[in-house]
């Protein structure tokens, strides 16, 4: 049994307001913002001499990342963002051949391949979903790679990604788990995707500025980045300035010095999610994003994201007339939440309590009388 009302504490955020809005950033947990701490006090004593000891402990992140979706660390690159895994990965595919996408997708998704000019044939969602039957259906063999998002940032659908792994065929599977990563599983091999991007920002709850990379082994020796920096060879402490031998490793796409902190944050956010158990994780959110629309569709709302069980996920959005101006009042009453595909999108975390959700109904019901 986890203590939620101890892990709760972590967090000053909920002295001073009601955050139901993780979907969009989540708030550092002290015991992060210790980690990245310890890392300034280090180089404010220290400067370089530490540099060994943040190499190493850099390793060890990786390692938990893997552990985390199921890769070896080989395959893990460290990125500042979702949007900049996901140009690594055009890079190396986006001429390869169509791709497909849905029209729900984020545009960190789909950008950096309209950007390079690859042909994107577009799925258009039913009821807010895209089945693996619909992906099916449009998988042409002129589409060489399936773009999704693992939760969809609008309405929180849950893709199955075993599923449409289980019928890519030969194409590439990318996934954009921004909205998935931190507290629903992800087993790269056994949903056969080759390469997946991420931020840290958002349900890791890192920080702006952290982000991740999976390259399958496989691509990893059958393509050659365009990017390379002087910490993408195998030897950079030979600065070797007329030659450029690539790492064999994911790590080749972290191109200058490491931006050790926001590293360092993923590593504690992954020692804190670990510590209480990233299945008691999920169980809480769902079980919280479950509670919210009960308490929702008794307000006579309507549900924008999917009821199936195994398509949902931490984000709850609805129908809500005026919803940019409904946010904007529930904000001045520090209940936050956003404003999302002309719905209102509710994003609570582990930590958050079901009173957490009640007064943010309770609060809602008042500004929709007066809307
Ligand atoms: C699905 C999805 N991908 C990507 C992003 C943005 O990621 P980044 O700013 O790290 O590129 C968001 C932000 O809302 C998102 O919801």
Redo the contacts with the bound molecule.
Sequence with gaps: MVNWLAVRRHFPITDRCTYLDH??CGPMPKPVSCEVLRYYRELEGDADFSWPRWIKRREEVRQKVAKFIHASSDEIAFTA????G?NFIAELIAGEGAALANTL??P??TVPWIHRGTTVQWIEPRGGIVSPAQVASHLKPKIKTILT?Y???QNGDRQDLEAIGAIKGNRFFVV?A??GFGYLPIHVNRARIDFLAT?G??WMMSGYGS?ILYVNRRWLKRFRPSSAGWRSVEHPERFENRSAVLKREASRYELGCPPFPHIFAIGAALDFFREIGFSNIEKRILHLTHVLTEELKRSHVRILSPSEPARRSGIVTFEAANARHVVKRLGAKRIYVSERGGGIRVAPHMYNTESDLLRFVKALKEEMRHS
């Design positions: 979907a969009s963002s979702t949007s900049q996901m997708e984020f960190a998704t998002s939760v969809q940032y954009n921004t909205q931020n920002y958002k982000g």
